[in-house]
């Protein structure tokens, strides 16, 4: 028997559950929040600074050179540090994990293997809690939520090597690229070269995030066309504060004069951060759930259950 269509009515006098979003929210406020974000690209390319710039905390130690004659020292395996970062009251509970430094070395076979490994792993120790027969309440969440990849700034395109690595991420996690170092382009030079990369990623059909679900409105719709048009970013990172016209700013200083990092004119930090932290927070923490844990957790279960029929097969008497 199929039940009947609902029938929206309205409450004769107030009964008091459209509190339900505040009760949900006061929940949440106390739990806090967690994002794992991983930054994946070759040594030098200010990583480190980028994610302190973006936070606005100093929260990974910068591997940068001090002296120019110094040599830049490396990350030579992932690594993970966490930080609860608060604001106006909400907590972030954020992840971040640092990966080695691809294509360093002079044989780069299967160098982003251990960074896929690591993507995939999370998936599946969450997998494993979630089957759990007396699974925890809340299961710690590791799954990698957003990879920031980072360009190198030649003003070309994209290495070979790029776009294997592209790929291979794209199919496990939310991708983000972005130019590194983008200061060290004229405007002109930094538009032609975002041409380059996005008509070498469209050809080889690499899909970047943001994407467009069914449930989301116009408004979403447009917000992602006009991000998706604006990738890679183009960025620069500093933690430093530098004085423009009597007033303190992140930037960094040349001998041409000054970059604000947070000057729109100057570079597109500011789009960057608005799309990671004001906009698209909560869709990377689901796009992760729905679609990339989703998609390893059926195929680990079909797995599963085709190994479990051939057992019974090879265990059936004849």
């Avoid at 028997?1 to 559950?17: D, H, K, L, R």
């Avoid at 004659?69 to 540090?81: G, L």
């Avoid at 608060?86 to 070395?105: A, C, F, H, R």
């Avoid at 604006?230 to 000054?258: C, H, Q, T, Y």
């Amino acid at each position: 028997m199929t039940p009947n269509a609902p029938i929206e009515v309205q409450a004769g006098s107030y009964v008091g559950f459209d509190t339900i979003t505040r009760q949900i929210e006061h929940k949440l406020l106390k739990r806090g929040f967690q994002f794992n974000v991983m930054v994946v690209g070759q040594t030098g390319l200010g990583k480190s600074t980028l994610i302190n710039t973006l936070f606005a905390s100093h929260l990974v130690e910068s591997k940068g050179r001090i002296e120019p004659e110094a040599v830049s020292p490396s990350t030579t395996e992932i690594h993970a540090q966490s930080h609860i970062i608060s604001e106006n009251g909400v907590k972030l509970k954020l992840n971040i994990i640092d990966t080695p430094g691809y294509g360093d070395l002079i044989n780069n076979e299967g160098c982003w293997d251990p960074i896929i490994k690591h993507i995939k792993d999370q998936h599946s120790a969450y997998l494993r809690k979630e089957l759990t027969a007396m699974r925890d309440r809340y299961i710690p969440d590791t799954r990698v939520h957003c990879c920031l990849f980072f360009i190198n700034p030649t003003g070309h395109t994209l290495k070979p090597i790029d776009i294997v690595v592209l790929k291979k991420l794209t199919d496990v996690v939310n991708v983000v690229p972005v130019i590194a170092k983008a200061d060290s382009m004229t405007l002109e030079e930094r538009a032609l070269f975002k041409e380059r990369i996005m008509a070498e990623l469209q050809h080889h059909q690499v899909r970047l995030y943001p994407f467009d679900a069914e449930e989301n409105d116009d408004e979403e719709l447009q917000l992602n066309q006009r991000i998706r048009s604006m990738l890679p970013f183009a960025v620069v990172g500093s933690e430093r504060n530098v004085v423009i016209d009597g007033k303190s700013v992140r930037g960094r200083k040349n001998r041409w004069g000054v970059i604000n990092v947070e000057d729109e004119r100057h570079c597109e930090f500011v789009y960057l951060r608005n799309f990671l932290t004001r906009t698209h927070l909560q869709d990377l923490i689901e796009t992760t759930a729905q679609i990339h844990y989703e998609t390893f957790r059926s195929k680990q279960l079909l797995a599963l259950k085709e190994s479990s029929a051939k057992q019974q097969q090879q265990s059936a008497p004849a």
